[in-house]
């Protein structure tokens, strides 16, 4: 019988050994089977983190920088009392500049711009709302962001991955079965889309059921720390939804005819 090329959709992720692991961005010439590997895994976060930025303008430049020092060591100083996760704080250099403003069509200098940023992760919502409710954010301390993560993403990628190593060829087996043909081995894997004739990109493949909607990202949801401080007497609230981890992998396996 004639050989057909054929598209998988499967629900499985797939990985093989990493000596094929290298992208192939062409399709063989050969019949082929083109997988496509899918998993997800939806989890609770474990980390919060925390990004302040700490700002300073005065015409008096060390005036600025000695401020903004002050106020970095009393956030810090936050961080150690509320047990930020050991290894997470990081307080980025100063960054100074001029300040400028427009007035009647022109640029004012304004003074000297001081800045820096801190990060830290807490293990626990309720250290994070300790941290803000004694911040006391105001336009010189801003609450940039606030990001809920997964400690063990790592480790479940890679289970993940190892997973659905062990599915993917039998899915393929599977495919080749229902046209009459078998597997003869692997061509090319990647987390990477091929570039191919079949109409679809590099990295755009598309969601079953989701036209237009793609994967290979990682989406969190809840409710997140506003960015600025809250009213007067408003309670802090955060609100972690789970975090969605899914990989993609692409797979080509040549095929021949079963007789």
Same mark, same amino acid.
């Given at each position: 019988?004639?050989?057909?090329?054929?598209? %998988?959709?499967?629900?499985?992720?797939?990985?093989?050994?990493?000596?094929?692991?290298?992208?192939?961005?062409?399709?063989?010439?050969?019949?082929? %089977?083109?997988?496509?590997?899918?998993?997800?895994?939806?989890?609770? /976060?474990?980390?919060?983190?925390?990004?302040?930025?700490?700002?300073?303008?005065?015409?008096?430049?060390?005036?600025?920088?000695?401020? +903004? $020092?002050?106020?970095?060591?009393?956030?810090?100083?936050?961080?150690?009392?509320?047990?930020?996760?050991?290894?997470?704080?990081?307080?980025?250099?100063?960054?100074?500049?001029?300040?400028?403003?427009?007035?009647?069509?022109?640029?004012?200098?304004?003074?000297?711009? +001081?800045?820096? $940023?801190?990060?830290?992760?807490?293990?626990? +919502?309720?250290?994070? $709302?300790?941290?803000?409710?004694?911040?006391?954010?105001?336009?010189?301390?801003?609450?940039?962001?606030?990001?809920?993560?997964?400690?063990?993403?790592?480790?479940?990628?890679?289970?993940?991955?190892?997973?659905?190593?062990?599915?993917?060829?039998?899915?393929?087996?599977?495919?080749?079965?229902?046209?009459?043909?078998?597997?003869?081995?692997?061509?090319?894997?990647?987390?990477?889309? /091929?570039?191919?004739?079949?109409?679809?990109?590099?990295? $755009?493949?598309?969601?079953?059921?989701?036209?237009?909607?793609?994967?290979?990202?990682?989406?969190?949801?809840?409710?997140?720390?506003?960015?600025?401080? /809250?009213?007067?007497?408003?309670?802090?609230?955060?609100?972690?939804?789970?975090?969605?981890?899914?990989?993609? +992998?692409?797979?080509?396996?040549?095929?021949?005819?079963?007789?």
């Amino acid at each position: 019988m004639k050989l057909l090329s054929a598209l %998988l959709w499967s629900s499985l992720l797939a990985t093989m050994a990493p000596s094929a692991w290298a992208q192939a961005n062409t399709i063989p010439s050969q019949p082929h %089977l083109l997988v496509k590997g899918e998993a997800r895994r939806e989890v609770m /976060p474990d980390r919060f983190g925390l990004q302040l930025n700490i700002e300073e303008t005065d015409m008096d430049a060390d005036a600025a920088r000695r401020r +903004v $020092q002050d106020n970095v060591a009393r956030a810090l100083a936050l961080f150690r009392q509320n047990k930020a996760v050991e290894g997470s704080v990081r307080a980025d250099n100063l960054r100074i500049g001029p300040a400028t403003r427009y007035e009647q069509n022109r640029q004012v200098f304004v003074g000297t711009r +001081v800045s820096r $940023q801190l990060r830290a992760s807490f293990a626990s +919502v309720k250290a994070m $709302q300790d941290v803000l409710g004694a911040l006391k954010a105001n336009e010189h301390v801003q609450v940039s962001s606030v990001a809920p993560t997964y400690s063990g993403e790592v480790a479940l990628r890679r289970e993940l991955k190892g997973e659905a190593a062990a599915n993917t060829r039998e899915s393929a087996q599977g495919l080749a079965k229902a046209y009459g043909t078998r597997v003869r081995g692997l061509y090319s894997i990647s987390d990477v889309a /091929p570039d191919f004739a079949y109409g679809i990109q590099a990295g $755009q493949w598309p969601q079953l059921g989701e036209e237009g909607e793609y994967l290979d990202r990682v989406s969190v949801t809840g409710s997140h720390a506003p960015a600025s401080a /809250p009213a007067p007497g408003a309670p802090e609230s955060i609100e972690a939804g789970p975090i969605t981890y899914t990989e993609n +992998v692409y797979a080509i396996f040549l095929i021949s005819d079963g007789t």
